[in-house]
């Protein structure tokens, strides 16, 4: 994936995404004792980064592709995106969901056009789903993460946040499947020469952080975390862009998931969901380090159920 | 107060605050069947609109009133305001809170180098004491809302709203004091030829609606609403402004606030205050005869505590 692929990202996916904001907070400048600009993919359409890996991965979809149809198992964020970004070109779009989903997120894929496939509750009834609906529909399948057009798609956040704010000389990214923190490294990569790239990750699905000691790809045994966006497991597409292009991933608690989502909603007024806010957190546990720096952070979603909060 | 008196006083503050960013939303559009400008006040420093008001009274005290310092009676965000606004040209603030203020709040206002006095949780109290603080020690009184340098203040608000998005033939503000809606519909009465201004207040504290209705100022028998901020009570500055400029005032159930809040945090993904989602609620429950208008809606903060949400 190159500099040109990136580039051409950005303009194929321009006009069915945000260009969202970067906000800045003199007190979590103060907290944190560096100058933060915070990338707010929760302004995103359907509340996350994940509608640009979407529309990227649809839009180059042949006519013959478009025709039959898109497929992909989520229970998150991208099970949203997939069906908007569908809808956004006229494309039919299969989201292969568990059946204990809650109805909200049901409720949310059908608002926005997609065919919800039940499974049962399992990595790999899900993906069984997904082959069977591929070869009944031939329907095209998008994983939510470890795909090159989606990976590709999701970096233009970095981007975006590297025009308006050059010279970041980190970024910190939360790191689940992997999409996310592999795009923004592409970006910082090609982007900003010194810049380096940071990924947060909670100790309760620590694979990634675990894959970069031993040097192959390392499996969550239990993935008991707040930050629902982040119990995907990381894949053979992300995992080398993330062991070259990746500085470290710094590990956090969920008491600090929650302390730094608090202090995003209560000091910017904004709402993001626990995946973002392991960003923020894994800046707060190592600050010392980062102290005077030109930091950014993507806030990469706000959907969580405002009734059942962690505080 | 006339349209140079606004233009000056949006002079005198820009130093002090935020110009705070306007903000729609597709989804909400649809919902209301109307084109919707939110100017977020949530964003203000301090968290509301009343940053504005508070900073123009104290930038206009003479030097010997700066020496003395100012005083107010307040258990929400004008406290913070005005101490916010005092520490920042390096004045003195006292604020008369009563003692059975949450501790958050108490917490906020020492945070901005307010000096609480505490006192009795009645009306009749707080004015009491507010005057034997003003005896005391010389500061100077600054109402939270009933106040000719105050409502300018608030007033900014609304035109830089009408400075970003010319043309709305509406404005929805909520109603407390009448700070924020007086100074809204003096800006919308100069800046813009065919602007309406309409007031959102809750049945539960509808003083400013019934005092319209029978010519003089009619006061509230109780307040129970989750609106905190709009339990305070009409006052005779702003009264006549509202008489004159404003063209209705329309209650909203507490459950219409509720579902207000909620649609502006699930959909827009920003934190407001209930006092906030009145003015939402207002063109909601009445949207039909709002249909296909330009309208601006004030959010007026974003001060509220997250562990104790009614959702």
Redesign the interface.
């Given at each position: 994936m190159k500099k040109e692929d990136l580039l051409a990202t950005q303009e194929r996916i321009a006009p069915y995404i945000h260009r969202t904001?970067v906000l800045t907070s003199r007190l979590l400048n103060e907290i944190a004792g560096a100058d933060l600009y915070f990338k707010c993919e929760?302004?995103q359409r359907m509340?996350a980064f994940k509608m640009r890996g979407a529309m990227n991965a649809v839009l180059q979809l042949s006519e013959e592709q478009k025709a039959r149809g898109v497929v992909t198992h989520s229970s998150g964020n991208f099970a949203q995106a997939l069906a908007l970004a569908a809808q956004s070109i006229g494309v039919k779009a299969y989201i292969v969901m568990p059946e204990n989903a809650p109805q909200v997120k049901k409720d949310a894929v059908k608002g926005y056009g997609g065919q919800i496939v039940e499974c049962a509750s399992t990595p790999i009834a899900r993906e069984e789903v997904a082959e069977q609906v591929q070869k009944e529909t031939g329907a095209y399948f998008i994983h939510p993460s470890n795909d090159r057009e989606v990976i590709l798609g999701q970096g233009t956040a970095a981007l975006e946040l590297l025009e308006d704010q050059p010279e970041l000389t980190y970024i910190f990214s939360p790191v689940g499947g992997g999409g996310l923190i592999g795009g923004t490294a592409l970006a910082a990569h090609y982007f900003e020469r010194n810049c380096k790239v940071i990924g947060g990750e909670p100790f309760e699905a620590d694979d990634a952080y675990r894959s970069l000691l031993s040097g192959q790809i390392e499996s969550n045994d239990s993935t008991n975390t707040l930050a629902d966006g982040l119990r995907t497991q990381l894949g053979d597409i992300n995992f080398p862009i993330i062991q070259q292009y990746v500085d470290k991933i710094i590990r956090v608690e969920e008491t600090e998931i929650t302390s730094a989502m608090?202090l995003i909603?209560?000091r910017m007024?904004?709402?993001?969901e626990p995946s973002s806010a392991v960003a923020l957190a894994a800046l707060l546990r190592e600050k010392e380090e980062f102290a005077g720096q030109k930091i950014g952070v993507i806030l990469s979603g706000?959907n969580i159920d405002?009734?059942k909060?962690p505080?």
């Amino acid at each position: 994936m190159k500099k040109e692929d990136l580039l051409a990202t950005q303009e194929r996916i321009a006009p069915y995404i945000h260009r969202t904001p970067v906000l800045t907070s003199r007190l979590l400048n103060e907290i944190a004792g560096a100058d933060l600009y915070f990338k707010c993919e929760n302004f995103q359409r359907m509340g996350a980064f994940k509608m640009r890996g979407a529309m990227n991965a649809v839009l180059q979809l042949s006519e013959e592709q478009k025709a039959r149809g898109v497929v992909t198992h989520s229970s998150g964020n991208f099970a949203q995106a997939l069906a908007l970004a569908a809808q956004s070109i006229g494309v039919k779009a299969y989201i292969v969901m568990p059946e204990n989903a809650p109805q909200v997120k049901k409720d949310a894929v059908k608002g926005y056009g997609g065919q919800i496939v039940e499974c049962a509750s399992t990595p790999i009834a899900r993906e069984e789903v997904a082959e069977q609906v591929q070869k009944e529909t031939g329907a095209y399948f998008i994983h939510p993460s470890n795909d090159r057009e989606v990976i590709l798609g999701q970096g233009t956040a970095a981007l975006e946040l590297l025009e308006d704010q050059p010279e970041l000389t980190y970024i910190f990214s939360p790191v689940g499947g992997g999409g996310l923190i592999g795009g923004t490294a592409l970006a910082a990569h090609y982007f900003e020469r010194n810049c380096k790239v940071i990924g947060g990750e909670p100790f309760e699905a620590d694979d990634a952080y675990r894959s970069l000691l031993s040097g192959q790809i390392e499996s969550n045994d239990s993935t008991n975390t707040l930050a629902d966006g982040l119990r995907t497991q990381l894949g053979d597409i992300n995992f080398p862009i993330i062991q070259q292009y990746v500085d470290k991933i710094i590990r956090v608690e969920e008491t600090e998931i929650t302390s730094a989502m608090r202090l995003i909603w209560e000091r910017m007024k904004i709402i993001v969901e626990p995946s973002s806010a392991v960003a923020l957190a894994a800046l707060l546990r190592e600050k010392e380090e980062f102290a005077g720096q030109k930091i950014g952070v993507i806030l990469s979603g706000g959907n969580i159920d405002v009734s059942k909060l962690p505080f």
